[in-house]
Nanobody
């Protein structure tokens, strides 16, 4: 069992930056691939970024490529999402998710564990 708690969301102006953190409980964190998703009001939850269990490979949605960076620190049981050059369309609740596996995963149904989400609001 893995419990996830996101933090770092907030209100930022367009062009600004935020860093989200996702703290995981459990001794098996290092065996889990991690993902970030987001959900805007009235829209489906969508993939943002993913990282393999050892941080050796990452994958991004086209909409955030070159602006967002996912990373992890297995010693701290934490995964991060650095978000730069934020746009109003990045406004959403951001969720981290975990699944035990060797690759990266970009579909909602592939993940077993989810955090409660953190709100990111980008003003124009």
């Amino acid at each position: 069992q893995v419990q996830l708690v996101e933090s770092g969301g907030g209100l930022v102006q367009a062009g600004g930056s935020l860093r989200l953190s996702c703290a995981a409980s459990g001794r098996t964190f290092s065996r889990h691939a991690m993902g970030w998703f987001r959900q805007a009001p009235g829209k489906e939850r969508e993939f943002v970024a993913a990282i393999t269990w050892n941080g050796g490979s990452t994958h991004y949605a086209d909409s955030v490529k070159g602006r967002f960076t996912v990373s992890r620190d297995n010693a701290k049981n934490t995964v991060y999402l650095q978000m730069n050059s934020l746009k109003p369309e990045d406004t959403a609740v951001y969720y981290c998710a975990a699944v035990q596996g060797s690759g990266w995963y970009d579909r909602v149904y592939e993940y077993d564990f989810w955090g409660q989400g953190t709100q990111v609001t980008v003003s124009s």
